[in-house]
């Protein structure tokens, strides 16, 4: 019932449901893309070159690989990255809010100025120069990104537990003699964390361009196809061979933009602002 009563609410915006449609088809495209794809990404012999045509829909690259095929194994890439990356800075932003929050004092201020300190860092430089060091690898660009992204949440959460840790009922679970951990897991966790859910939707989209930029410089990792490598190998020849950029720089900008306005649309359904309303 509640879902249903969810449900209800997000599709009032209209823009928000088309993009949950738009994000379905796109990991239905990731999960499916070794059958629906008509070709091996990495397969040669191919004409190179070809403008997209009733064999090749969005054509092939210089080495005569299918373009569509490469586009439908980086959607596995860009959703892999984005989604894993917002879950390591979603568990570290709330851990990080939930224990300044509830602890305040010196605990808290040292934790928001760790906090402020990483926000104020340029992400993408910085993650540029650590992956440099390290070293190519999905593994290593997940971790890294989201490492870079949990201020955000962290701030967020600490913001729910300032809130919620003197109210009525967290004060009757203190005179019950529950122990700390257990009031801010069963008690203030979970009217804090649907905030830091739609902040972490947002990070989905952050992570994916950030790792398209990181694998348009070449850093991104050398054995799996992305969006971003596909628009690096395109940007030499984008004047005689256009769709090798179009293609993945479309599908890149949609699911982008779907993530973002679905994030709209979870905030519109938990702010109790606009509840009221």
């Known amino acids: 019932m509640r879902f249903y009563q969810f449900w209800l609410r997000f599709r009032k915006n209209r823009a928000a449901e088309i993009s949950f449609y738009c994000i379905l088809v796109f990991v239905s495209l990731a999960l499916l893309a070794p059958w629906l794809s008509p070709y091996d990404p990495f397969a040669l012999g191919q004409r190179p070159f070809l403008p997209p045509q009733s064999g090749h829909l969005m054509g092939t690259d210089d080495l005569g690989r299918d373009t569509l095929s490469r586009v439908l194994y980086g959607t596995r890439v860009s959703l892999m990255v984005g989604v894993l ?37 340029p992400r993408f430089f910085l ?78 989209a952050r992570a994916i361009l950030l790792e398209a930029g990181l694998s348009f410089l070449g850093l991104g990792d050398p054995e799996l196809i992305s969006w971003g490598m596909l628009l690096s ?27 973002n306005l679905f994030g709209d649309g979870i905030n519109d359904v938990l702010n109790p602002r606009l509840k009221e309303k």
Not at 94 to 111: M, N
Not at 250 to 256: N, T
């Open 85 to 121: 990356a917002a879950a390591t800075s979603l568990i570290i932003g709330t851990a990080v809010g939930s224990v300044s929050g509830y602890s305040g004092g010196f605990v808290d201020e040292l934790l928001m100025r760790a906090t402020e300190y990483v926000l104020v860092i």
């Open 127 to 204: 993650a540029l120069l650590i992956v440099a060091m390290m070293g190519t690898g999905i593994t290593k660009i997940v971790l890294v990104i989201g490492f870079l992204d949990w201020p955000e949440i962290a701030r967020v959460v600490r913001a729910q537990f300032l809130t919620f840790k003197e109210r009525e009922f967290v004060l009757a679970a203190r005179a019950m003699g529950l122990k700390n951990w257990e009031i801010i897991f069963t008690e203030i966790l979970p009217n804090a964390i649907p905030p830091a859910i739609v902040v972490g939707s947002f990070l989905v």
């Open 233 to 259: 190998d395109a940007q030499e020849r984008i004047w005689f061979s256009m769709w090798l950029a179009i293609f993945p720089g479309l599908a890149m900008s949609l699911l982008v933009l779907s993530i």
